[in-house]
Structure formats: C-alpha cells, structure tokens
C-alpha cells in the first residue's frame, strides 16, 4: 500500500498576495479545486475560496483581503485518517502541506485521500458493517475487540462515528465468521444494535412473533 505522503501534489505554483483577482479566475477556469493556496514572501498565510473570488474585482489584489483567506492546513507527518477529517471539516476537496518548520511543500487532492482509503484494509477487506451504541461512560474498545474475537471473529476496522455526552455510536467492520453469536453477545454486554442484518436471529424471531400476533389479531 502507498504512504499517504506519496499522494503530495505540486501540479501549480501557489498563488501570490501580489496577484490579482484575474489571475485566480483564471486558475480556476484550469483546475477544478474548491480553494488554492496563497502564500506571502514565501510563507502560506491561507487559502482562496472560489466563490468568493467569483463576486471580487479581477482588478483587485489577494493582499486587499488576505484578512479573509481561509487557514486550514495540514502537516506532511499526519496520518490518513486526519487528513481525511481535514478535507470533511473545511469542506474542501484541496489542502495545503507544510513541513515541521511551516514551510508550503504541496498539496492533497481530496480524490487521492479516497483513492488512498479504498486501498485500506477497513474498505479493502471482504467482512461485514456492525453499527453498535452504547452509553459513553460505560463503553471501551478493549471489551469490544473481545467480545469479536471470543467469537473466533477478527476486527478489520474501529471508529467512533458518532458520539453526545450520554452515548456512543461505534462503527465496526469485521470478518463475517460467527456474525450473529458477536451481534448477540454485543446484546449481553448491553449495547444497542443500530444496524439490520439477515443474520440477526433475535430480530428475525420478533418480526416471526410480530407476524403472528397481526395474523392473530386480525381472525
């Protein structure tokens, strides 16, 4: 698998505080990214959104209104799944690198970061999505890889993917040995299954008995 430093892109020069309006029109007519970096006597101050340089003077400069430049960056030693956060939280699909000492040494692509995700094992890997919430005091992820693995199972992913002061929702993906003895010892554990499966015996069993009592009801 590549490093995600392998995806660091030089494809255009940033642009300059000394250019004007014009010139990032133009660059946006080239590329097709939501923002571009700015930099200023060699040093990145932020980044130009392009629907507010749609709406500015081509005759103005990048240093009239640097003050609304946009500061989002991220560091060449961060790993993927920052990275990934950062293209979400800034909505943009450009983000600009800088080295230990804050110097500008390119950019990620929004389209490479998710080329570089589907190459991990967490999409990658044939298995199975478990969608599990419990109350946030009382989780913790060492009890659920034991509850996988005591089911001869093996987890291939793990993330928080949402989380309120009371509860938490944690996403799985594992391997698709034993899926309903893990769904049903999450069960045990008290932990609310969020997400539907063919293999969930225990829903299947209610939907049976939930069937009967209409047919029932209905004589």
């Not at 133009?26 to 709406?55: C, M, Q, R, T």
């Not at 110097?103 to 389209?111: M, P, R």
């Not at 063919?198 to 069937?211: N, P, T, V």
């Amino acid at each position: 698998m590549d490093k995600i430093t392998d995806f660091l892109n030089n494809q255009f020069q940033p642009l300059q505080v000394s250019d004007s309006f014009a010139d990032v029109e133009n660059l946006f007519l080239d590329y097709d990214y939501s923002h571009f970096p700015v930099l200023e006597n060699g040093i990145y101050i932020g980044s130009i959104a392009k629907e507010e340089a749609e709406i500015l003077p081509t005759t103005n400069l990048i240093n009239e209104h640097k003050l609304s430049l946009h500061r989002f960056f991220v560091r060449s030693n961060m790993n993927w799944f920052d990275i990934f956060e950062e293209f979400s939280k800034n909505h943009t699909n450009l983000l600009p690198v800088l080295d230990d000492k804050n110097q500008y040494i390119g950019f990620y692509e929004l389209d490479d970061v998710l080329h570089f995700l589907n190459e991990t094992t967490f999409v990658k890997e044939d298995g199975g999505i478990i969608v599990i919430e419990k109350e946030t005091t009382d989780f913790t992820f060492s009890q659920i890889c034991q509850i996988v693995e005591s089911n001869d199972s093996k987890i291939l992913g793990v993330f928080i993917s949402n989380s309120t002061p009371t509860l938490t929702q944690i996403t799985l993906k594992i391997s698709q040995n034993n899926f309903n003895e893990i769904i049903q010892t999450f069960r045990r554990y008290n932990y609310t299954i969020l997400s539907e499966h063919q293999e969930d015996s225990y829903l299947a069993g209610l939907k049976d008995r939930s069937d009967y009592l209409d047919k029932y009801l209905n004589i």
